[in-house]
Structure formats: structure tokens, C-alpha cells
């Protein structure tokens, strides 16, 4: 087949990215069959805690009396103090305008209550329709938390699904704060001691095995301290070790891990109050040679570890890198992070997930990502082109594929 010339890889790129099927591995939305956990609108979007953080910047507010407002108060204060009193340039600022702006809001008119009205008309099926449509998403990875009690009385009674939320088994608690979760163990029946004795490990996997059958979920995941080590003689190690790694491998699922949180810096701020710190790398190594029977999926939150987990994703095939998280889903930063994965894995990972907690938000997360990860494209394109190596319209199709959905899906399935 005819290679795409130079001049119109950029075309060619771009109109491949454009009309991308998304999987999105990484999202805290919910199938509307779990209620109020799917959350949606403008209230929402500005309460969203990456924004809360940056209102207490220009605020002197005491936070409880923040937290003691109603939404709607909340979401008005940001409102003024981030948009009207600032201009919004912040990265999650300007994803709230850029959502405003794809459904076709008046962004220029500065009108919250235009705004609010809009989604007021809405239906929520409706709503989810009309994102799924506008971003070209497939499916979304929710996160599913069986040690939360809202979310896990849903489990108990859920009817039918939505195959467009996918399940991932989210066991921070367990993994965490163990003292507390297994409390809540015990009053739901299993057998379990602080002391994890053989007994306790042994119920341990039925809870966790007995959650995969409910959720049929993609994989298992926890995010984890800057401090995480692994081997570790600590409840953590000891339940990863032995609960973790092998339910995790009965059941082919990858473990997800999301490093290098430090949790409430600031508990004033509650959600918006976590850090970031550099983590150890040679953890990740250390289980991906150990367990090579094992699947990771695994991304860090420190810029400073970005380097050093692409290289051990070349040692590793049991290690599939992922996404931009957090405080990295920045456009300088994906710049960045996604060039030097490409330049060390080719296109051996996944470039982005949305983190998006409510709804609206993948509209923005995803099309500022996109034309990052278009960006990118086409330089290491126009550089094989360079050689006299022409990429053709179907093999740049196939590679947009891969980065946007099915590198996931072969990982899932290998
Ligand atoms: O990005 C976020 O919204 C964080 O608060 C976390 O939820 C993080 O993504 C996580 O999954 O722990
Ligand atoms: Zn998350």
C-alpha cells in the first residue's frame, strides 16, 4: 500500500485521533443504575476538587464553613472566585469551559444560570448518551469500592447493566487501613484477626474472590503511598502477597497500581487536600520479575518516576503503563510524558485515562488529551517520514487504535 505523504500525515494523524473509539481505564463514574453515585452538571464540574483547591488559594474562607455550604453555595463560590474574579486559565478551569463550550453553551457571556438551566432540561440516560456520542467513548472503567457503603448496597441489588461501565475492584481499604477494614469484615461474616494469620489470609481471598464474581470486574486496583514497598512485613505486604498477587493471577486480572499519594497533607481539604511524592521504582520491578505470572497495570503520580517506569515497561511485558494522573494531566506534562513513552515504547502503552469524577468531565479530559497525543503523533511520524519510511493511512489508523482502546484490551485478554 501506498505510504501517506509527509504533508498529509498531519491529516492523516488527526482525523485518525478525531474519530478514535475510547476505552477510558481509569474513571470514577458510575452506570446510571447506581443513582446518585453518577454525578453530572455544571454544580458538580465546579465542585470539582482539583477546583476547590485552587478557590482556597484566592480565598480566606475557614474550610468548614466551605464544606457547611450547599453544593450550589460551593459551586458559587468557585464561580465567582475562579472565573469572575480570575481569569480561569488553570487546566481545570479551562476544562470546564471547553465542556460548556462542546455542548454549545455560550461560554463568552459568563452565565451560570444559563448554564444550570441547560442541564436542568436534561435527563440523566439522556446525558450520558449525548457524552458517550460527543467524544467517541466505548466504554469507561468505573471504581468500584466494596468497602464503601452506598456503592456496595448497590452491588447487593444491583438489576441489569450498562456495558458501557465497566467494573475495577478498587481495595484501597483492605490494603490501607487494614484495622478498620477488617472490622467491617467481620461484621459481614468472614473470619478475619488484625494478627493475618493463615486463617485470616484464607478469608481474605474469598472476600476478594467472591467481588469478582459480583463485579466481573476488568481489574483489581489501590492506589498506594510514595512510601509503598514490596516484599513488606506489614498488613499491606502481607495481603498483596498473599490474597492479591494470587487471586489476581487465579482470575487473569492485571493488578492496577496507582503510586505516590500522599493522602491528606491538608485535611482541611479533604478530597482536594492529597500530595504527591516520588516512589520507588525498583517495587514495581521487584513484582513484575517475581510474579511473572502476574499482569500490572501501573501509573505514578511523581514526574520524577515518569522516566524510570517506561524503562522498567521494557523489561517488564507483564507491565503496562498508563495515563497522565492527576497532577500530571497537564498539557506541558502529557506533552512530555507521552513523547518519551513513545520514544522508549513505541506504542506499547496507554497514553491516557480520564480520572474524571463527574460525567461532563471526559468531554474536556479526552479532548485536550487527544489533541496532545495528536501533537506527538504526528512528530514521530513526520520523523520516520524523515527516513523515507512513509506510515500509511491504515497503519496510523491501526496504532491510534491501539493507544486508545485496544492496548488495554489485549492486556486484559494476554
Ligand atoms: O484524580 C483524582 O480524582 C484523585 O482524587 C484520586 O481519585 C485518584 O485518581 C485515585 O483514583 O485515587
Ligand atoms: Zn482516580
Redesign the pocket.
Known amino acids: 500500500m501506498k505510504g501517506v505523504e509527509s504533508n498529509h500525515i498531519e491529516q492523516a494523524v488527526r482525523s485518525a485521533v478525531e474519530n478514535a473509539r475510547i476505552t477510558d481505564v ?1 474513571t ?1 463514574l458510575f452506570g446510571p443504575q447506581f443513582g446518585d453515585l453518577l454525578l453530572w452538571g455544571i454544580d458538580e464540574l465546579l465542585i470539582y476538587h482539583y477546583l476547590i483547591a485552587e478557590t482556597f488559594r484566592y480565598i480566606d474562607t475557614p474550610y468548614e464553613a466551605f464544606w457547611n455550604m450547599s453544593k450550589r453555595e460551593q459551586a458559587d463560590l468557585v464561580w465567582k472566585t475562579l472565573f469572575i474574579d480570575n481569569s480561569p486559565i488553570s487546566e481545570a478551569c479551562r476544562g470546564v469551559l471547553s465542556v460548556l463550550s462542546k455542548l454549545g453553551l455560550d461560554v463568552r457571556a459568563r452565565d451560570l444560570t444559563a448554564y444550570r438551566e441547560y442541564f436542568e432540561s436534561k435527563s440523566v440516560e439522556e446525558y450520558v448518551d449525548l457524552t458517550f456520542e460527543l467524544i467517541g467513548l466505548d466504554c469507561v472503567v468505573m ?1 468500584n469500592d466494596p468497602f464503601d457503603d452506598q456503592e456496595r448496597s448497590v452491588w447487593l441489588s444491583i438489576q441489569g447493566d450498562d456495558p458501557r461501565f465497566r467494573a475495577a475492584l478498587r481495595i484501597d481499604p483492605l490494603l490501607n487501613s487494614f484495622d478498620t477494614s477488617c472490622k467491617k469484615l467481620r461484621d459481614w461474616g468472614y473470619e478475619v484477626d488484625t494478627a493475618l494469620s493463615e486463617s485470616t489470609l484464607s478469608e481474605i481471598r474469598r472476600f476478594l474472590t467472591e467481588w469478582v464474581s459480583r463485579m466481573n470486574p476488568l481489574y483489581m486496583a489501590a492506589s498506594l503511598p510514595p512510601s509503598f514497598v514490596f516484599p513488606e512485613d506489614s498488613p499491606r505486604g502481607r495481603i498483596i502477597e498473599h490474597c492479591v498477587l494470587p487471586v489476581c493471577k487465579e482470575y487473569g486480572l492485571p493488578f492496577g497500581m496507582m503510586i505516590g499519594v500522599k493522602k491528606l497533607v491538608n485535611p482541611g481539604l479533604r478530597l482536594a487536600g492529597d500530595s504527591v511524592g516520588k516512589s520507588d521504582i525498583e517495587t514495581v520491578e521487584r513484582l513484575c520479575s517475581n510474579y511473572p505470572d502476574n499482569k500490572f497495570l501501573v501509573t505514578m503520580l511523581a514526574r520524577e518516576n515518569q522516566h524510570e517506569l517506561a524503562v522498567a515497561a521494557r523489561k517488564y511485558r507483564n507491565l503496562m503503563v498508563f495515563g497522565c494522573w492527576w497532577f500530571l494531566n497537564n498539557p506541558s506534562l502529557v506533552r512530555e510524558i507521552t513523547a518519551m513513552r513513545c520514544e522508549l515504547l513505541g506504542l506499547s502503552f496507554i497514553p491516557q485515562h480520564s ?1 474524571a469524577r463527574v460525567l461532563d468531565q471526559v468531554i474536556y479530559k479526552w479532548a485536550h488529551s487527544k489533541e496532545i497525543i495528536a501533537d506527538v503523533l504526528v512528530d514521530k511520524y513526520n520523523d520516520l517520514a524523515a527516513t523515507g519510511w512513509t506510515p500509511t493511512e491504515d497503519e496510523i489508523r491501526r496504532d491510534v487504535e491501539g493507544l486508545f482502546g485496544k492496548n488495554f484490551w489485549d492486556f486484559i485478554e494476554r
Open positions: 481509569h470514577h471504581t480520572d
